[in-house]
């Protein structure tokens, strides 16, 4: 009974913790919350990695569609001055993010770049993408995700 009640008090309070946080390029607050009602594709990406760079044009015409929302996350810490310096430089139009704390995200922090994680229109983890992704595999994510009444 004890350990009932325990599990119990533990399900309210993940319940009742606000959604991670994160600062977007502005120096906004932006929470996953902000990102629900569509799947949702949050991309790990530095500006060291090459084929994160690659992949970034693929994501912002993902996002353009409309379907599925994408936002990138700096691997290192950055201001948002070095994120929209980072926007700038690197042409991307996605939103840049940090998260204010790693430990709250539905997801661990990637041990290899690039790395995105799938997210359902509610903010559950669908699926872990290791690896550059190509418009083959948007395309299978987009097919996976989007019923045909999302599409139209």
Sequence with gaps: MKRICWLIVVALLTACSPAPSFTDAGGQA?????FTGKPLLVNYFAPWCPP???EMPLLAALQQQGV???IAIN???ATPAEL???ARQHGITVPLLTPA????LPFPRPAMLPTSYLLSAEGELLETLVGELDEQKLAEIKA?????????
Excluded: F, M, N
């Design 52 to 54: 994160c760079l690659r």
């Design 101 to 104: 704390d790693e430990s709250r």
């Design 144 to 152: 996976r995700t989007v019923t045909p009444r999302q599409h139209q």
């Design 84 to 86: 929209t310096a980072l």
């Design 75 to 77: 691997y290192d810490a």
């Design 30 to 34: 932006v929470t996953l919350d902000d």
């Design 68 to 70: 599925i929302g994408v």
